[in-house]
């Protein structure tokens, strides 16, 4: 029995996980289960799976949450703290990290710092703190590897685009790679005008022809940032150079990214959009189990469709490549400017081309410095979210 904190046990990912764990229930299960703000989501979860410990981060809930709630087993903590005592727990032999944005970094950290293996979802962890994360996932094992086993990894990717470089990774040797392709569905916008990309509302953001996500990726999605801050995901998670990363917008969220080896083949990996494979493959590794995602029905004639990305049109992807490039504490304010900034125009006080324009004035604002410490960054997080608050298109 595999034993699992998921962390954003509540959001689009965490509700996927539960799927997995619903599928395999004689595989698997949930120890611990964290949430923000909406107890009476988690509630139900913890009725059904029955987790040893839960946490809402949102001490405010403290007051809110009703007497006999939670089953009766289940010990009830408030605050960032719980969570990241849930992703150390004892008890747990792999913490999904499925919390949206920076605030999902300490949950990964604590985790990490605990020795457990990680499924990460959440790539800002990597886009804030890409290195620092890294130092701690290849620091050398505690304990041997018995001979005739794999060497426990702790750092496994839910992300579909990595965990399909993941697994076409595990095809060839590292040395051998010539470059990583990430795919895009090019979100709603993909075949519209710039001048009408302008006047995109709230609503035309967060409908995404092909994936079902929480609003903020969602918005990302349209902008293109999602698909930045992956290549920033996968420059460390990879140990890739910018150069070695590539972004094909392809509609049909069928081919989920693709590594190229330098004889020439290209090894992709294919399933229909649908996070419960992902998720998985990075419970399961190196193992794969019955899936439970939808197959792919060759039976059916589909096409593939692939296009170069247009960066004019969707100026928030260079923001990546140049973020992956430079490195230092870019990535924390590229993120921390981008969440505020979706928050904006999610409140309607921004426009949608005001996204990256906006991130692009404040990560040239900054002071940049090659190699952060974690408090410089977590500081910058909350200097670039200021700075975009107070950020005033400029006529
Ligand atoms: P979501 O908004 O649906 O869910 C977010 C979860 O995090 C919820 O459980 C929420 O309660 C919790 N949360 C929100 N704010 C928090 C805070 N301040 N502190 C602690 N917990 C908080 O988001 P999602 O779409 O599930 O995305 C989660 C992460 O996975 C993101 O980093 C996203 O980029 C990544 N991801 C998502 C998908 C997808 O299909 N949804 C795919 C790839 C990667
Ligand atoms: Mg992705």
């Not at 964290?34 to 987790?51: G, I, N, S, V, Y």
């Not at 790539?123 to 590897?145: H, Q, R, W």
Request: proline letters at 7%.
């Amino acid at each position: 029995m595999k034993r699992i904190a998921v962390l954003g046990a509540t959001g689009s990912i965490g509700v996927s996980c539960q799927a997995v764990v619903r599928a395999h229930p004689d595989k698997l299960a949930i120890v611990g289960m964290t949430a923000h703000a909406r107890w009476e989501d988690l509630a139900k979860a913890c009725q059904e799976f029955r987790p040893l410990r839960a946490a809402l981060s949102d001490e405010s809930q403290r007051s809110q949450v009703p007497a006999g709630a939670f089953p009766r087993e289940t010990i009830l903590e408030f605050g960032p703290d719980a969570v990241a005592r849930i992703a150390a727990m004892a008890e747990a032999d792999i913490v999904l990290s499925g919390i949206v944005g920076a605030a999902g970094l300490r949950g990964t950290i604590a985790a990490l710092e605990a020795g457990k293996p990680v499924a990460l979802a959440n790539k800002e962890t990597l886009v804030v703190a890409g290195p620092l994360v890294m130092g701690l996932v290849n620091a050398p094992a505690s304990a041997a590897v018995p001979p005739g086993t794999c060497p426990p990894r702790k750092l496994l990717p839910v992300d579909s685009e990595h965990n399909a470089v993941f697994q076409a990774l595990e095809c060839g040797r590292r040395q051998d790679v010539k470059r990583v392709i990430l795919t895009a569905s090019g979100g709603p916008f993909r075949t519209w005008p710039l001048e009408k990309i302008r006047t995109a509302t709230r609503e035309d953001a967060l409908a995404h022809p092909t994936w079902n996500m929480g609003p903020k990726i969602t918005v990302d999605s349209a902008t293109m940032m999602n698909k930045a801050l992956e290549v920033i995901e996968a420059r460390w998670l990879f140990d890739l150079s910018a150069d070695e990363i590539d972004v094909v917008v392809h509609p049909q969220s069928v081919v989920h990214s693709m590594v190229e080896y330098r004889d020439g083949s290209v090894l992709a990996q294919l399933s229909p959009p649908d996070m419960k494979l992902p998720i998985q493959y990075a419970l399961t590794w190196p193992e794969r189990w019955e899936g439970v995602s939808p197959r792919l029905d060759l039976t059916k004639s589909f096409g593939l469709h692939f296009e170069p990305p247009d960066l004019q049109r969707f100026p928030a992807l260079a923001l990546g490549f140049e973020v992956a490039r430079r490195g230092g504490t870019c990535g924390a304010v590229l993120n921390a400017a981008n969440e505020a900034a979706v928050d904006r125009f999610l409140k309607r006080e921004l426009a949608f081309t005001d996204i990256a324009r906006a991130c692009r004035d404040i990560l040239n604002a900054h002071s940049y410095s090659p190699s952060p410490t974690l408090e410089e960054l977590l500081r910058l997080d909350a200097w670039a979210r200021e700075e975009m608050f107070r950020w005033k298109c400029s006529p």
